[in-house]
């Protein structure tokens, strides 16, 4: 069976079809997965046939950035300031656990394409219109994306399921001297009781976050 037969074959081969074979590929197993001969295999076709449409690695990965930035939310500058930002924030999170591997990538990526600076413009430019200067747009942006990204890599990071936080609780109770840490004790034991669920709330932070920004800008 040749290449045009198997898996639509070279004749339907494109970037945007390779891309999203990629996305596929990592976000089963991550960045360190993806080679060419896997990509093809998964569309299909040999390897070279790929370098028709793509440079290399590098060029799928700057492209996979592109594909998880076009997924953000664009702040809409017809709404308040704050919860144009909390949108923002909200499907920014929701997209990034939705790839695992991307906040790594984004983070030390250097290069932005069209839709990473869409996202950013539009975010200075509804910020700008609020009435911010682009110095305190630019603080207002990054307070809430080192947020965003931090909260997440812990998010992923947990070793535990929320559902599983009441029985490590009651597991880790009598490993902990009360004389030592009795504050701690007592906030793990509303945790086994089930008084508390002692799941990290993305929101709770990101309000105050918001409020504390808009009470210092202020």
């Known amino acids: 069976m040749g290449e045009g037969s198997k898996g639509g074959g070279r004749g339907n081969l ?3 079809r390779i891309l999203l074979a990629a996305l596929s590929l990592v976000d089963r197993g991550g960045v360190e997965t993806l080679s060419m001969r896997k990509l093809a295999e998964s569309l299909g076709v040999k390897a070279m046939s790929l370098y028709n449409h793509v440079s290399n690695k590098a060029d799928i990965v700057d492209g ?3 594909l998880v930035a076009s997924e953000f939310e664009l702040p809409d500058p ?3 300031w704050r919860e144009a930002m909390r ?5 920014a999170h929701a997209t990034l656990l939705r790839h695992r591997w991307a906040p790594g990538v984004l983070l030390s990526h250097p290069r932005a394409g069209p839709a990473m600076l869409r996202y950013v413009d539009a975010t200075l430019g509804c910020l700008q219109g609020a009435g911010f200067t682009y110095e ?3 603080h207002i942006w990054n307070a809430l994306d080192s947020y965003v990204y931090g909260f997440t890599v812990r998010e992923l990071a947990f070793p535990f399921a929320p559902e599983e936080y009441a029985r490590v ?3 880790f109770l009598p490993r902990i001297p009360e004389q030592d840490y009795p504050h701690f004790v007592a906030l793990t034991r509303r945790v086994a009781d089930g008084a508390h669920s002692g799941i990290h709330e993305f ?4 309000d ?3 409020a504390g920004l808009n009470h210092r800008i202020a």
């Open 64 to 66: 996979l950035v592109e």
């Open 203 to 206: 929101e709770f932070g990101l």
């Open 136 to 138: 305190q747009a630019d």
């Open 78 to 80: 017809a709404i308040e």
């Open 169 to 171: 609780a009651r597991e």
């Open 208 to 210: 105050l976050l918001l």
């Open 14 to 16: 494109s970037r945007e």
């Open 87 to 91: 949108r923002r924030a909200v499907s």
